[in-house]
């Protein structure tokens, strides 16, 4: 089954081309957007989820079009990539009124809210402001007002970025079993080993173009032949880097105020490391972990000219 | 940690709820828009500055009350009852009103763009017009809660007490004034705000530019403002005694309440609807 039909779809700025000529159909299931940033998966997302009108082509979601479809919009699900938010609201009230905009009662909101941010682990921080909130926990109510209703369709831009390792794998679990119940899940990312952990299927993008579409296995030796740039938040930067020195997959170990950027060669076995770490709370909490993605810029470069 | 240690609660299938109606969804939007421009700091800063009148109005009733003359013009006692008059027409309707349309009626939309929450309200199933509605209510009730009071309370100073009875009626008929006129800027610069790139600078130039200098010439240029039909309807605030002649200059040639009352509700009305119709159509573009 297709979830989304586009066909010759373009989308411009201005001078600008920010999608171009992109004809693709993602089926039912999880389906990996993967990008660098600046190649046209969120202006994609933007198109789908009928926020942007396009310039050109046609775009079909759940059969339908969407474009001033507003209708529609309550079988899809979205958590966008910027993090905007009403800072002085609460979580819980937060999606609560979001929850109530898409048709839910005053009454039965809260507790569809309270189940969402449950769903995200973060019932205990319900209560309190956002402005408050650390940037995995932005993340995750972000998730939460996307996951509220249950929708046919979740579109999730970028959404494990600034997760700790815990909550990352947590949150690719929670998405996996969403698509396993039927649901269908179209999740971007600029980080091939978070698409993987998700799904097989993948849509590759760059430049405003779809330059590769099919199985993730087909450009995973690609992507591993450069190294992968993490930037890593922790309480003790220092300690967290001796401890992952010791790993051969490291190439190099770089400071910043609060936190360290480490580049490897090896992401999959760097990322398992990672997440055994915190997990045991070894060199101290995690805050925060993000993929850097300059240097996959040679992949899509490569994939393009291929 | 294994993923078997990862326990994943999702939340319970929900029936997608039918999407709300356009008036519940105005209602839902409004709910939620309140909250968020009464504790704004612009609400805030705005409070501190109509505070300024009531601290004038507190100067004028102890010089009052002292036994001296507070205000004077060519040698004649200008009374409570005229300069609170003198306030709600040159401080309240010629520059509060305007300012707060001007500053809450362009940014209904622009601030939640620029703060990249649109996303949110224009992702539910809810007509995008429902959004611009809910948010212009929600600022004509915010802007009443910060003027009216203000209004309020320089009136009960200001005006001597044997006054008040009579003058009762007439701070209701200001009060209505008031919150019409800032129905009727609201909604004039929330069409300014959907359709222009730089919509505080459009709004300032009509209401400190155009407005004040339309309002001086003669002709028919005046009758497009707002103002000219905002004057047609304070003259009942006016007292009819000394210096209330000045002003009667000012107002003179004013068209009949009902015909003010007819072109500032086609105004808010007109106005309103194009707004609405420029968001549904309108695409918004957040900067990266």
Known sequence: ?306 | MTESSLPVTMPPSTSAPPAPTLWSAVARVFELSLGQMLWSRRTIFMAVVLGAPVVLAIVVRIVDASGVTPLRVNGERVGGTTIFGVLLWWLYVRFVVPVLGVFYGTALIADEVEDKTITYLFTRPVPRRAVLIGKYLAYVVCTSLVVLPSLMIVFFLVVPLRDIGPSFLTLLTDLGLLAFGLAVYGALFALVGTVNKRPLVMGLVFAFGFEQVAMLMPGYVRRFTIVYYLQGLVPHAIPSEGITSLLASVFSEVPSAGTCLFWLTFILVGTLALAARAVERREYVLSQ
């Open chain 1, 1 to 306: 089954m297709t979830v989304i039909a586009v066909e010759h779809l373009s989308k411009w700025y201005g001078q600008v081309s920010g999608l171009n000529d992109v004809t693709v159909t993602v089926p039912s299931g999880i389906t990996g957007l993967l990008g660098p940033n600046g190649s046209g998966k969120s202006t994609f997302m933007k198109l789908i989820t009928g926020q942007l009108k396009p310039s050109q082509g046609s775009v079909r979601v759940l059969d339908e079009p969407i474009w001033g479809n507003h209708a529609l919009y309550r079988r899809i699900g979205f958590c966008p990539e910027q993090d905007a938010f009403y800072d002085r609201m609460t979580g819980l009230d937060w999606v609560t009124a979001l929850v109530r905009l898409s048709g839910v009662s005053a009454n039965d909101a809260p507790g569809v809210a309270a189940r969402a941010l449950e769903a995200v682990d973060l019932v205990d921080a319900g209560s309190k402001k956002i402005g408050a909130y650390s940037k995995g926990m932005r993340q995750r109510v972000k998730l939460a007002q996307a996951i509220a209703l249950d929708p046919d369709l979740l579109v999730l831009d970028e959404p494990l970025n600034g997760m700790d390792p815990i909550m990352r794998r947590r949150t690719i679990e929670l998405i996996r079993t969403w698509a396993r119940a039927g649901r269908s899940v179209l999740v971007s990312s600029h980080v091939l080993h978070e698409i993987e952990a998700l799904t097989a299927n993948i849509l590759v993008i760059n430049n405003g173009r779809i330059v590769a579409e099919g199985n993730v296995h087909q450009i995973r030796e690609l992507i591993d032949e450069h190294p992968h740039t993490v930037f890593i938040r922790a309480r003790e930067s220092r300690a967290l880097a001796r401890a992952l020195l010791a790993d051969d997959g490291v190439v190099s170990v770089r400071f910043e105020p609060g936190a360290v950027v480490i580049e490897t060669a090896k992401p999959d076995a760097f990322y398992t490391r990672l997440t055994e770490m915190a997990a045991r709370g070894e060199a101290g909490a995690i805050e925060e972990v993000t993929s850097l993605d300059d240097n996959l810029q040679a992949v899509f470069k490569y994939l393009v000219k291929s």
